[in-house]
């Protein structure tokens, strides 16, 4: 298991603990970009240290080169002084060298792959972190209205669990009842009270008080002639 596939298995691990165990949103979120950036320097230490391998293999391998050189010249030396005995040792000892740097320059490309393959997966892992931090307020404030929605759903579905809305509905038509039982007593009094004063209007047109005055005219025209 790479290096990156271990930090993927463990940063999964902790993000899916921290949700089960959070209520709020936004606490996830600014908790998931806390490890995710721990978790970038941990990677970061991690690519160094490799970095730090192939460079060391890298300068073995030049040396045990310059050493191959350096024996090499050595014999070309000998040779020159015609000590060819000396020259063979010389040579013996540069290919027992070369093998060496041959076995380092195996071990130094392998590292490097491996350099470069952590720091693409570096990478990968630092634009990810960039993105998730560009999209941390846009996902609390989705997760703020969705939570809000949650909130007068459930508040719905508990009134309607409730009757409220009956209940509401049902005082209403009390509250209409009372009103117009008001109103009604307040029309019968009306109406009372019109009966009386017709009452006494018609009290005021009472034919008898006609005749009573049409009497004393009748009487005042006969003195008048008499």
């Known amino acids: 298991m790479g290096l990156f596939d271990r930090i993927k298995r463990v940063f999964k691990s902790n993000i899916n603990d921290i949700i089960s165990k959070a209520e709020d949103p936004q606490k996830v979120l600014n908790q998931i970009i806390i490890d995710m950036n721990e978790q970038l320097i941990e990677s970061k230490k991690s690519v160094a240290s490799a970095i730090a391998d192939e460079k060391k293999l890298e300068r073995q391998m030049n040396e045990h080169l ?11 030396l000998a040779v020159k002084a015609e000590k060819d005995d000396l020259a063979k040792e010389a040579l013996i000892r540069k290919q027992d060298i070369d093998k060496i740097a041959v076995s380092y320059k195996g071990q130094w490309e392998a590292q490097h792959k491996t350099v470069e393959q952590l720091k693409s997966s570096l990478r990968q892992l630092q634009q990810k972190i960039e993105e998730a931090q560009r999209k941390k307020n ?28 009956d209940a509401f509905d049902r005082m209403s038509a009390k ?3 009372i009103e117009a039982e008001i109103d009604a007593t307040q029309e019968l009094e009306d109406l009372t ?15 008898s008080s006609g005749a009573e005055l049409l009497l004393e005219q009748l009487k005042g025209k006969m003195e008048k002639e008499s």
Request: overall charge negative; proline content about 2%.
């Open 66 to 76: 310059s050493q191959s050189q350096e024996w090499e010249r050595k014999a070309m």
């Open 193 to 207: 009270s019109g009966d009386t004063l017709d009452k006494q209007f018609e009290a005021l047109e009472d034919p």
């Open 138 to 165: 846009l996902l609390i404030a989705r997760a703020k209205r969705a939570e809000a929605q949650q909130k007068i759903n459930s508040t719905l579905s508990k009134m309607s669990n409730n009757s409220a809305f």
């Open 175 to 177: 509250v209409d009842q």
